[in-house]
């Protein structure tokens, strides 16, 4: 049986029917595909004057994922990797860091549920929010919110 050859618009299509991606990662998939004379870069260039590669739809696509799970840091470093413009992450960073300490609540709550009782506990609920790209000023409110409403 003769495998049918795809062509890479159609391959990047495919790809970007299942979900949004960045143009790195959308190249870097491509580029394996590539063969000789196939221009990847002029391909992409091509789907984001048809509006069909956004890296703005890509950015809130990540953040609307990410965002109920982990903190700004972690959300804007993965964001940095797939290479994101600088601007677009000041934006994206003010946006974040309105409802950080909601969010940092929500995960200790999912997590946790209830008030660490001695020192090593608390330090264990701080390190589990701290990795999941949390700041310190949201980690340290949502402990203190959670002690508060415990009373």
């Known amino acids: 049986m003769a495998k049918l050859q795809v062509s890479l618009k159609a391959r990047a299509l ?3 029917s299942a979900r949004e991606h960045s143009r790195q990662e959308l190249g870097r998939k491509l ?9 990847v870069e002029a391909l992409l260039d091509t789907l984001e004057a048809a509006k069909f590669l956004s890296q703005s739809r890509f950015s809130e696509s990540l953040v609307h994922r ?3 799970r982990f903190g700004n840091s972690r959300i ?3 964001l940095k990797s797939h290479g994101i413009d600088p601007d677009s992450l000041t934006d994206i960073k003010a946006n974040l860091e309105s409802d950080e300490f909601a969010r940092a609540r929500a995960v200790w709550e999912r997590k946790f549920g209830t008030v660490a009782t001695n020192q090593e506990e608390r330090a264990k609920q701080m390190r589990f929010l701290m990795q999941r790209g949390f700041s310190h000023r949201a980690i340290q409110a949502a402990m203190r919110a959670a002690g508060k409403d415990e009373d």
């Not at 394996?32 to 221009?39: I, V």
Request: hydrophobic share 35%; no cysteine.
């Open 14 to 16: 495919r790809y970007l």
């Open 31 to 39: 580029a394996r595909h590539a063969q000789e004379g196939d221009d």
């Open 66 to 68: 990410r965002a109920a």
């Open 76 to 78: 804007l470093s993965e």
